[in-house]
């Protein structure tokens, strides 16, 4: 689709949405921009009041609670509304980075039907944005990334007034043959999908639905959707006969819908790369949290609501929440005590402050210098560790380097944020020797447990050429330098270490990628590779 006719069907959907506030919303994935700001100057064509929800609004900000400064001076409970008091459209920007507890609380708001929300999706990825429960609610899902300027130049327009439209059983079995067709599962997509037909038709003044009613429905609705193509040739069975009967709809009488021209319309507007998005987007959630992921980590992270709870010197008191569940018994209280205080706290009063944790990435490289491996790639091994030692100090990672040659296994480096001085270490890493697999997975592992243990989140990046032929208790033995090596990669399993393995040997070691299953790692083989692409397939499966 054309950048003109992408911002046309942009404008189209937030049309649909003033005239039908039941569609949810819109997720609007686009960066900052005068595009984006013209199209959110066209909100003020809502019939809704617009109002902002930042990311980080309480709950007594959105459903309304006690108003302290009120209450303390009444002396009596004085209640204040919230954002959700009244019906509105409700703009939330970088929604991707919404939590999920916010995100259910404003699908609950949408169920009412009293809301319309608008989410900025800012994200620079496929699979990140907002959460999945939310985004279903949306029923239209537009980009503005890649409209010029000079592309944006259609208006608004003017709507007309609102009139009722009837549907046909014909326009549901469309609908929900589309949904099969582009393997759409959601019920709500379909809902979706039949409201903005009706609302296209009355944009358009007409009584019943017609088939560019769907037509367009579908490209909004449907085409973002999608998880798969259909096959060539798909088409909707021919109805079954029909018994001679009178139609309750006069005006869908006779409207047959061409379902293959859907599908050819439907499918002109899916993303050339609709597969290797979905593919993205499952390859994403598969695996756990990386760094700053919410888990009990090593650092706080941003403030989350107050618990009830007895101070015990290590949880500092939330004052203000501490007054406001204090503050509707205190008229009671005053009658009630012998002593002239202004606010009477009790003990069920005191308020926790409580924080969001955060853990740090510790990325583990554990690189083989022995004989075979220093013969082979050492040194584009250790100018790719020095690409990405630049890149995990930019996102303030710490990094750990553990080297194993010889007999055994070293730690040349524990984990640190230092460049300078991870960088002296590998530079002074001798190669030479046999290749004790087992002692460095052994010794990586068992730095990423300690990391685990202070809430960091361990990554092992294990460069070796997979030629193990020191077993794990320093004896020159291949088939127990094998077998040592797989325990120890059970063993990094059982202990959820996340792990790469890139294989430096100039071809690729078939012993190396069963290490990878069995660490169940990424296993990058790299012959004919430098430095710059070891970087780069690192940072690609570590993103």
């Known amino acids: 689709m054309e950048p003109a006719q992408r911002w046309t069907m942009a404008l189209l959907a937030l049309r649909l949405v003033a005239l039908d506030p039941r569609l949810g919303g819109i997720v609007v994935t686009a960066r ?3 595009v984006r700001d013209r199209w959110l100057d066209a909100l003020g064509r809502l019939s809704l009041p617009l109002r902002k929800v930042p990311l980080t ?3 007594e900000q959105l459903f309304g609670g006690l108003d302290l400064a009120a209450t303390l001076a009444a002396g009596r409970e004085v209640r204040a509304e919230g954002l959700l008091a009244q019906p509105g459209a409700l703009l939330v920007p970088m ?3 919404m939590e999920p507890g916010l995100a259910a609380r404003l699908g609950q708001a949408l169920d009412s039907a009293e809301h319309v929300l608008i989410a900025l999706d800012e994200s620079a990825d496929e699979g990140e ?5 939310l985004r279903d609610r949306l029923a239209f899902h537009i980009d503005l990334d890649g409209i010029a300027c000079s592309d944006a130049l259609t208006g608004f327009g ?6 009722d439209t009837c549907t046909t059983v014909k326009d549901i079995a469309a609908i929900a043959e589309l949904c099969e067709s582009f393997g759409v599962a959601s019920p709500r997509a379909a809902i979706h999908c039949l409201r903005a037909a009706g609302a296209h038709a ?9 088939p560019e009613d769907i037509e367009a429905a579908a490209i909004l609705t449907l085409a973002p959707r999608a998880t798969r193509l259909p096959e060539a040739g798909d088409s909707a069975p021919p109805p079954p006969p029909q018994q001679d009967a009178p139609d309750a709809t006069a005006d869908g009488d006779g409207l047959e819908i061409p379902q293959e021209m859907l599908l050819d319309a439907v499918r002109a507007n899916l993303p050339t790369d609709i597969l290797a998005q979905v593919a993205a987007k499952r390859r994403r959630g598969a695996k756990g949290a990386g760094a700053g992921s919410k888990r009990t980590g090593n650092r706080r992270g941003r403030p989350l609501p107050p618990r009830a709870g007895r101070p015990d010197g290590r949880a500092r008191i939330d004052l203000v929440a501490t007054l406001r569940a204090a503050a509707p018994w205190q008229t009671l209280r005053k009658a009630q005590s012998i002593h002239d205080r202004p606010v009477e706290i009790r003990a069920g009063d005191i308020r926790l402050k409580r924080f969001e944790e955060k853990s740090d990435r510790l990325l583990i490289f554990a690189v083989d210098a022995s004989g075979s491996a220093a013969f082979a790639r050492l040194g584009e091994a250790k100018g790719a560790v020095e690409l990405l030692l630049a890149e995990a100090y930019a996102r303030r990672d710490h990094v750990a380097l553990v080297g194993f040659r010889g007999a055994q296994a070293d730690v040349l480096l524990p984990p640190t944020r230092s460049l300078v001085q991870t960088k ?8 030479g020797g046999g290749t004790p697999l087992a002692a460095g997975l052994k010794t990586a592992t068992e730095i990423a447990v300690h990391a685990k243990s202070r809430g960091m989140t361990p990554t092992l990046v294990l460069l070796t050429d997979g030629r193990a032929n020191v077993a794990l208790d320093g004896e020159a ?6 077998a040592d090596a797989g325990k120890m990669a059970q063993a990094a399993l059982l202990q959820g270490v996340e792990a790469l393995v890139i294989d430096m040997g100039k071809r690729p070691e078939r012993a190396l990628r069963t290490l990878a299953e069995t660490l169940d790692a990424a296993y990058v083989p790299l012959p004919r590779a430098n430095a710059r692409s070891l970087s780069d397939a690192v940072t690609g499966a570590l993103s």
């Open 32 to 34: 900052a921009g005068p």
């Open 57 to 59: 609004i309480t709950d």
């Open 95 to 97: 929604a991707e980075r």
């Open 129 to 133: 944005g907002i959460p999945a429960s």
């Open 158 to 163: 003017t709507l007309p007034e609102t009139t």
């Open 202 to 210: 009355m944009l358009h003044r007409r009584r019943a639905v017609a």
């Open 424 to 431: 002296r270490r590998l530079a002074e890493l001798p190669g």
């Open 477 to 482: 033995d291949r088939t127990r330098a094998a």
